[in-house]
């Protein structure tokens, strides 16, 4: 199975900051990783597809890149409701495994 | 607008069966694959199923791989999922989402706990 690494765990970050999230695979995933996001008590909801798309409705903040086996969701100006847990999924190969999740709060 | 509803969940003894429904609105269902992804409390996500759009195809990992079992009926616009030998490991909200192949819309969830 193909190990999806997140870092950090955790992160804090000031209203309006560039904020960078990364996520690594421990092998090739050919750009079949996606980005979703979880706010406390809710539904994923799907931010970013296959690497850089960004999903239906989804502020131009948000943005992904990467290859081979390494990843970043990067939210360009940080907003209160972006507070959430992020998690990356790779879709290249069964079974598709999700990272363990960077939590975002404000500082 | 697409819209996903879990049913079904509750709280079941280890080694008895549960089964998950979805019904699905707001899109062509028989033009989708299927899936249901779980979350453990406070833990993170972990895809559980895939349904091809006939029923034809099934994905499963290795964790429930032989006991649990997807299923969908496109006249109804339902998903199903059929939980057996169930285990303590298996405590988790499920959630329903269409496949795009991302997981394009999520239901609410539904949970399940696995106790005695």
């Known amino acids: 199975d193909i190990q999806m690494t997140q870092s950090p765990s955790f992160l804090s970050a000031s209203v309006g900051e560039r904020v960078t999230l990364s996520c690594k695979a421990s092998?090739?995933?050919?750009?079949?990783l996606d980005w979703y996001q979880q706010k406390l008590g809710e539904a994923p909801k799907l931010l970013i597809y296959n690497t850089n798309n960004l999903h239906t409705g989804i502020p131009s903040r948000f943005s992904g890149s990467g290859s081979g086996t390494d990843y970043t969701l990067t939210i360009s100006s940080l907003q209160p409701e972006d507070v959430a847990t992020y998690f990356c999924?790779?879709?290249?190969?069964?079974?598709?495994?999700f990272g363990g999740g960077t939590k975002l709060e404000l500082k | 607008e697409v819209q996903l509803v879990e049913s079904g969940g509750g709280l079941v003894q280890p080694g008895r069966s549960l089964k998950l429904s979805c019904a699905a609105s707001g899109f062509t269902f028989s033009n989708y694959y299927m899936a249901w992804v779980r979350q453990a409390p406070k833990k993170g996500l972990e895809w559980v199923a895939t349904i091809s759009t006939s029923g034809s195809r099934t994905y499963y990992p290795d964790s429930v791989k032989g006991r649990f079992t997807i299923s969908r009926d496109n006249a109804k616009s339902s998903l199903y999922l059929q939980m057996n030998s169930l285990k303590s490991e298996d405590t988790a909200t499920y959630y329903c989402a269409r496949q795009e192949g991302h997981f394009d819309y999520w239901g609410q969830g539904v949970m399940v706990t696995v106790s005695s």
């Open positions: 092998q090739n995933i050919n750009k079949y």
């Open positions: 999924l790779q879709r290249n190969s069964w079974p598709w495994t």
